[in-house]
């Protein structure tokens, strides 16, 4: 006989045995998604890789293990969002959101720096504005305000990217204008006076009030230091 006739019961055998029920199915199911993931690790093919971490992640919601899910989509939300794929990206963060929304915080975690707060504040940003539809960004933001209303009312926010802001300056006397959005002004003499207008546009759906607007002055020197300190 045939080596692959041998194997022929215990294949059968083997399938029997995972069509018995949906939790055999599933279990088997998750062991080939392992060993197909060990496969693509192996020849580094990174997009295949995060297309069954997503799987996996989606069997971890759909069995209520919301941790081991939100583990696995947290660093994948971030390979999506710089590697600017936008649809998988959006669709990632609704489901770290899901399930963040669920999970209790962690107790050094910053209420509104938490990775749920930035999940919520990136899908209501700019860059994912086409990818969602006005019903999910009227939910969405119905989770930022409940999140932000929990929130003491002079708690700092890392990041707002669903609020953006815009400096114009000049024109100076020697007529320099700046149409830099950050407002970098390249001559102007000491003690002169310089027009500024700020306009803050909002990607929510919906209205918000904003209570106040700062502006800050730094001299170019200060922009290189900082500008140094990132990565």
Known sequence: ASPARDRGPVCESWLRATLSSPPAFQTQYCCVLTAILAHHRTFGRRRQISLVLFELAEIGIETGRLDMAADILQPLARYYGRDRWGPLHYLCLVRLAYCLRHLPPLEDEPAAGSPHYHALATLLGPDLKPHRREHEALLLQDDLERRL?????????????????????????????????RGTLHAARVGEKVPLRLTVRSHLPRSVAVTSVGAILASPADEGARDAEEP
Do not use: K, N, Y
């Open 149 to 181: 209303r929990a929130l003491p009312a002079d708690s700092p926010l890392s990041g707002r990217p669903f609020l953006q802001a815009e400096v114009h300056l000049g024109p100076t006397a020697d007529g320099v204008l700046s149409s830099d959005r």
